[in-house]
Nanobody
Framework: QVQLVESGGGSVQTGGSLRLSCAAS?????MGWFRQVPGKEREWVAN???????GYADSVKGRFTISRDNAQNTRYLQMNSLKPEDTAMYYC????????????????WGQGTQVTVSS
């Protein structure tokens, strides 16, 4: 069983930056970030595989960067130029197969970290 521990959420003003971290306790092939606001479905944000291949939702492309530290088995989500519509609970997720945008395909989930962007 892989455990994912997230950190780095918080509150910022529009245009600010935050970096989320997700540390994994075991092997994963793909790690992704999702976000969710109350009353809406969980939304895919970005993912990265063990080859460093990345994918981004159109809504964050050019503003968010996903990266990895293999030695620490940690993935990061650098979020720049934040907007109020980025406000959500952010979750990291992992699976042992290829990356996908489908939340249900991920086996492991972190506890979530809140990101709030004020105008």
């Amino acid at each position: 069983q892989v455990q994912l521990v997230e950190s780095g959420g918080g509150s910022v003003q529009t245009g600010g930056s935050l970096r989320l971290s997700c540390a994994a306790s075991g092997y994963t092939y793909c790690m992704g970030w999702f976000r969710q606001v109350p009353g809406k479905e969980r939304e895919w944000v970005a993912n990265i595989d063990n080859y460093g291949r990345t994918g981004y939702a159109d809504s964050v492309k050019g503003r968010f960067t996903i990266s990895r530290d293999n030695a620490q088995n940690t993935r990061y989500l650098q979020m720049n130029s934040l907007k109020p519509e980025d406000t959500a609970m952010y979750y990291c997720a992992a699976r042992t197969m290829y990356c996908t945008r489908t939340a249900d395909a991920y086996n492991y989930w972190g506890q979530g970290t809140q990101v709030t962007v004020s105008s």
